[in-house]
Nanobody, 116 residues
């Protein structure tokens, strides 16, 4: 079993920054394919924001390209999402998703609210 715990969300003014963390525990990281950050705003579908593979390749949604950076610390089993130049439309619950062991594992989410 894999457990994911997100943290770092909060309330920030437009133009501000936050760093989200996703800590994975419970199993070896050997069979992890990728870890992604998703977000879901009220009334909208969950969308992929950023993703990093086991090989270090990254993907960003067009809406966050140049503002968000995904990174990882293998020693700490942690993936980060640095979010800069935040906009009100970035307001959502952010979820961490681990792809591995033949399935997806999700965290409980962390709320990010950007005020205008």
């Amino acid at each position: 079993q894999v457990q994911l715990v997100e943290s770092g969300g909060g309330l920030v003014q437009a133009g501000g920054s936050l760093r989200l963390s996703c800590v994975a525990s419970g199993r070896s990281t050997f069979s992890i394919n990728a870890i992604g950050w998703y977000r879901q705003a009220p009334g909208k579908q969950r969308e992929l924001v950023a993703r990093i593979t086991s090989g270090g390749s990254t993907y960003y949604a067009d809406s966050v390209e140049g503002r968000f950076t995904i990174s990882r610390d293998k020693v700490k089993n942690t993936v980060y999402l640095q979010m800069n130049s935040l906009k009100p439309e970035d307001t959502a619950v952010y979820y961490c998703d681990l792809e591995g062991y033949g399935r997806d594992y999700w965290g409980q989410g962390t709320q990010v609210t950007v005020s205008s």
